[in-house]
């Protein structure tokens, strides 16, 4: 019986603080902004949004990488309510900086960095296993092929 290697890479992106702490688990990316308000199902973490590319996958106890948040401003009483729920995202990658999204990772209390120097977008892929440190605004990717 023979045992492949996995040959590891780890990329680390530094960026800017929104909230604090660290986490790390599965990234799970979309290059979709989300809708909060009808978007998603609060007590699951699962986007519900029709033409949603992740329509159907919750995003419970992941690291959640994506642009940002798009619709009203009950996108952070949804995902307020995912958190009561335990479904919310382990952390947040994002892109674009808005009021709702800035909202929204404080309402959850999970660590979140944005503005960071490279795309994330580009280089994490769902699966890579990604470390975040909201405090020190940095972010490692572990890139995993066997």
Do not use: N, Y
Not at 7 to 27: F, H, M
Not at 44 to 56: D, M, N
Not at 78 to 96: D, E, I, Q
Request: charged letters at 25%; aromatic letters at 4%; a neutral charge.
């Amino acid at each position: 019986m023979s045992v492949e290697a996995v040959a590891e890479k780890t990329i680390v992106l530094r960026g800017r603080k929104v909230v604090g702490g660290v986490a790390e688990g599965e990234a799970l990316v979309t290059r979709d902004t989300i809708s909060g308000w009808g978007g998603i199902h609060a007590q699951t973490g699962t986007v519900i949004e029709t033409r949603h590319e992740l329509r159907g996958v919750s995003f419970k106890d992941k690291i959640l990488v994506f642009p940002g948040a798009k619709g009203s401003s009950g996108w952070s009483v949804a995902f307020h309510t995912a958190r009561l729920a335990g479904a919310a995202p382990k952390a947040m990658v994002f892109t674009t900086m808005t009021t709702k999204i800035a909202l929204g990772a404080v309402v959850m209390h999970c660590p979140s960095v944005t503005d960071l120097d490279q795309d994330p977008l580009a280089l994490i892929e769902t699966g890579d296993w990604v470390k975040v440190d909201g405090d020190r605004g940095i972010v490692e990717v572990t890139k995993r092929s066997g």
